[in-house]
């Protein structure tokens, strides 16, 4: 999307409403602050397809010490194995985390610095500079919609800091809030006005289910939203959702949130084994991928969203240093 240089004139515009712009002949979405041109692109046309892209972690168990600052991606339309995208710039990361991604652009943060980079979807090659986060803790998680990226938590439930960037643009984070609890690698989500972030839970407790939201075009603390089926796993890193669901996985299963409404999640299914949570996840508009996990797993699943069920093989990661890495696509919830 591109801004377009007008205030709007009269009344209060509800954030998401769309209009035609007669003087440009462009269609036009309001983000609660501004209106911006809805660009005539798709993953169709851009990628051949939602391109979904895993990052970072690192190998624990037999295989530990190791850190990766691999970058795969997979076509999430189609299934198979992952093919090398590229490199994070900044090196090794066991805690990369996603900032944000639009149709374009994803942005990724060092998990225990501040600093961020960016990959362009449509090319392939290594990461480069962006800004820096005001968030430098490790284990935080990420969402966007197509103009903003905003991500929270951390390494432990004392860590309530949200931060936003602006994905279009290249520069440092800003202070968005803060969550009403705090997040322990917490699972995301989106619409494209609202944003998720799933186990949260209140110190000392190490983790949680309490869910909570934001409305992404504005700045302010979270709210609560409901809970997750259960108590939640550690890490809850491996999430997806298109524009009206969010899947989270909290060990092997699957828990549905409906992004829209607020009410606690429902059970869809599971994954074949409990690893996952600690992976990535990517979407497209009809299709949650689980990635990673707990090593020596590399493993990818996938999963529907019209339809609940257990998850089914998609094919195979080109590294297995992937506890705690990320993912993220160019066809997720809040570009929809």
């Excluded at 799933?198 to 190490?206: K, R, S, W």
Aim: hydrophobic share 30%; net charge negative; proline share 3%.
């Amino acid at each position: 999307m591109s801004q377009v240089n007008e205030k709007p004139s009269f009344g209060t515009i509800p954030a998401g409403s769309i209009r035609f712009n007669t003087d440009s002949a462009k269609m036009e979405i309001y983000n609660g602050e501004q209106w911006w041109e809805i660009d005539s692109t798709s993953p169709e046309l851009q990628t051949g397809g939602t391109r979904g892209l895993f990052a970072g972690g690192y190998a624990s168990g037999a295989s530990s010490p190791k850190t990766t600052n691999t970058i795969a991606f997979v076509n999430i339309d189609s299934t198979g194995n992952a093919s090398d995208f590229g490199d994070l710039s900044s090196g090794a990361d066991q805690d990369i985390v996603p900032c944000g991604a639009s149709r374009t652009r994803g942005v990724f943060r060092d998990g225990d610095s501040g600093s961020m980079t960016f990959i362009t979807f449509a090319s392939t090659g290594n990461s480069a500079t962006f800004g820096t986060s005001g968030l430098t803790t490790n284990r935080a998680n990420g969402l966007s919609n197509e103009t903003r990226g905003v991500h929270a938590g951390g390494g432990d439930s004392t860590k309530n800091q949200i931060d936003y960037i602006t994905i279009h643009s290249t520069g440092n984070s800003v202070d968005f809030g803060n969550l009403a609890t705090g997040a322990f690698s917490p699972g995301t989500g989106a619409s494209h006005t609202r944003g998720i972030f799933a186990g949260c839970a209140t110190h000392p407790v190490a983790n949680g289910n309490a869910i909570e939201y934001i409305t992404i075009s504005s700045t302010g603390n979270a709210s609560d939203f409901g809970d997750l089926t259960s108590g939640s796993n550690t890490y809850l890193t491996s999430s997806s959702s298109n524009a009206v669901k969010m899947l989270q996985l909290n060990n092997r299963a699957i828990d549905s949130i409906i992004i829209s409404t607020l009410g606690n999640a429902t059970d869809f299914g599971d994954t074949s084994n409990n690893v996952h949570s600690q992976g990535g996840g990517a979407s497209s508009p009809t299709r949650a991928l689980f990635a990673g996990g707990n090593d020596p797993n590399n493993n990818i699943e996938y999963v529907q969203f019209a339809s609940e069920g257990d998850a089914i093989d998609f094919g195979d990661l080109t590294y297995v240093e992937n506890r705690h890495g990320c993912g993220m696509s160019n066809g997720h919830g809040g570009l929809g």
